[in-house]
């Protein structure tokens, strides 16, 4: 037990980060300065979330917000529709037993129900926190107890099991919410949707609207757990003004419309509980006043394309991934097209992407009123990339030690990346700090751009993984593009017909991925030895150099557990999950 001394010491330690208002914090209650720049050419008034809110509510109250389909029919939500409902959520966690500053996750496919839990759980003072479906109940587990979890929402029976499992070491859980399905077993602290939003009869509007007054701009209202498979999650803080003000940055960057001039229509496929999605679908869809549609759970198997075309999107956020699903469904439509629809494609391509990258010059750089520096830079330029700005979080949920490495007294955020400012000072990434490969001699390997030259040489290749940490020289684990099953996301052994019309150009018969590996298809084995060679030709130096590689006996996936949501690779699962292969390639 600390002595009398070192308590005293923590309590007046605890008192200074309270009462000194730093640029990070990692206190649950904690405020941090805002980065205002004096010398600023537009910088925003410091908004709460529910100022954003209500200001849409009331500017465009009869203008549709929330689209969602049931049974081939649009169900439609206004503004004030939405900002109701949201109030009502919010009095319905306050009923509940929703504390300040305490949690109230939510855990299941994008849809109105979950963009009405997460606003109104902020509204009642509390902390939204999303969480993956995809989520283990341990996973669960630890993101309940570190955001100390009041109510958690779930969308069907599957996910509320993962909860049944864990309440038991949930001491802060006062309930739970399931909006989708008939719920399948009562119990006393569990409320369908509409049994939930009821509860809200109890709680007045002065209740309600005396917590919204008390928040301010500076306080965390939100938490994003990054969970890695390295050590424990971190729980990022993100206070109203990081929302609203990163919100309002992007529609200006972006120029987005408002009504009456037009209004945006967006579609939202990503999950939510990732912060980039969030705010592309919910955050700025609130801000321009914009009409958000909700793609099916099936989405990223298929369904994404048919909803596009019915709701026929002003703007799309995707990831490479999806941009890689529609430019392959487009190459291979165009490989049956007549001499003329190619030549009509080819044309419209060329257009479109010289219209875009008009568009795009100006963009990719900075927000304005922010700052972006590259530390260290080796003799290419690249070096650690450092940013300050209103956009940069409040810190790490009680993990102070974590947040002081990630930003520095002055309100640098090191961001983790790795790239360079071009004479134009438009930012290139070319990696992450964590990605770095360190060999045997000492020497440090940047995989970014090796693996991007890879893929860049050989069409057939989809995914390259570089390993070599703390052996002699570099490897290359390779997956080639494969069909993926539209019902289960898994891919299959059939190659893209992208791939196969690149095996044809090769003179090479294989159209399965069977077809190719363990050295079956001399052909292609040997165009990708020497396209590997070629690539070996131009490295920065010999430990750069790629010595061995293989082509794996599967696709990477989500569901296999190498790829996130957003289709980034997971460089430590991978090393695990095909640590045999690695092996052997160092072997005597």
């Not at 994008?110 to 509390?126: D, L, P, T």
């Not at 705010?279 to 994404?304: C, E, H, N, R």
Request: contains cysteine; proline residues 3%; hydrophobic residues 40%.
């Amino acid at each position: 037990m600390p002595s009398k001394k070192a308590r005293s010491a923590q309590k007046s330690a605890e008192r200074s980060e309270t009462t000194t208002v730093n640029y990070w914090t990692s206190r649950r209650n904690g405020e941090v300065r805002l980065r205002k720049l004096e010398d600023a050419f537009y910088d925003r008034t410091p908004l709460t979330v529910h100022d954003m809110v209500i200001d849409t509510a009331t500017r465009f109250t009869n203008y549709i917000a929330l689209g969602s389909k049931y049974k081939n029919t649009w169900h439609l939500l206004t503004y004030i529709e939405y900002y109701e409902q949201c109030r009502q959520a919010a009095k319905a966690f306050l009923k509940l037993g929703l504390e300040r500053f305490h949690g109230v996750g939510i855990m299941g496919l994008n849809s109105e129900e979950w963009a009405i839990a997460y606003i109104g759980a902020i509204m009642a003072g509390g902390f939204s926190v999303g969480i993956l479906s995809t989520n283990t109940p341990k996973a669960c587990q630890i993101i309940a107890e570190n955001s100390k979890m009041n109510v958690i929402v779930v969308d069907n029976d599957k996910q509320l099991q993962k909860v049944m499992q864990i309440q038991g070491y949930l001491k802060h859980l006062k309930g739970i919410v399931q909006y989708k399905e008939v719920i399948q077993s009562e119990q006393r602290n569990l409320y369908s949707w509409q049994r939930f939003l009821d509860l809200s009869h109890d709680i007045s509007d002065e209740r309600l609207d005396k917590i919204i007054d008390s928040q301010k701009p500076n306080q965390c209202c939100t938490l994003v757990f990054s969970l890695t498979s390295m050590g424990p999650p971190k729980a990022v803080m993100l206070s109203h003004d990081n929302i609203t003000w990163t919100t309002a940055a992007t529609v200006q960057s972006l120029s987005f419309k408002r009504p009456p001039e037009a209004q945006e229509t967006l579609v939202s496929y990503l999950p939510l509980s990732y912060i980039g999605s969030q705010i592309f679908d919910m955050w700025v869809a609130i801000s321009v006043a914009g009409a958000l549609y909700f793609a099916q759970p099936d989405a990223v198997k298929g369904t994404l394309i048919d909803t596009l075309r019915e709701v026929r999107p002003t703007t799309f956020y995707g990831v490479p991934g999806i941009w890689d699903q529609m430019a392959d469904s487009l190459k291979a439509r165009h490989l049956g097209a007549t001499m003329f629809r190619r030549k009509f494609d080819n044309w419209a391509m060329v257009l479109g992407l010289k219209t875009n990258l008009k568009q795009m010059f100006g963009c990719g750089k900075p927000f304005r009123d922010t700052n972006t520096k590259v530390l260290e830079g080796d003799k290419d330029g690249i070096g650690d990339i450092c940013i300050w700005g209103r956009n940069v979080f409040m810190g790490y949920l009680n993990n102070k030690e974590a947040t002081k490495d990630k930003i520095d007294s002055l309100g640098w955020m090191h961001t983790g990346d790795l790239g360079f400012l071009d004479a134009d000072n438009f930012l290139h990434i070319a990696g992450n700090v964590n990605d770095i490969i360190t060999l045997s001699s000492g020497e440090k390997i940047n995989p970014g751009p090796i693996e991007e030259q890879v893929k860049m040489f050989i069409p057939i290749v989809h995914y390259v993984v570089l390993v070599g940490q703390d052996m002699p020289y570099l490897c290359a684990l390779l997956t080639l593009k494969c069909q993926v099953n539209v019902e289960t996301g898994e891919p299959r052994d059939a190659l893209t017909e992208e791939a196969v019309d690149f095996c044809r150009n090769l003179k090479s018969h294989s159209t399965r991925l069977s077809d190719i590996i363990n050295n079956q298809d001399s052909i292609v084995m040997e165009y990708v030895d020497q396209a590997i060679d070629v690539i070996n030709r131009e490295a920065r130096s010999e430990s750069a150099r790629i010595v061995k590689w293989t082509i794996l006996d599967t696709d990477f996936s989500i569901g296999a557990g190498e790829l996130g949501v957003t289709t980034k690779v997971k460089r430590g699962i991978v090393y695990k999950m095909y640590q045999a292969e690695i092996e052997k390639f160092y072997e005597n």
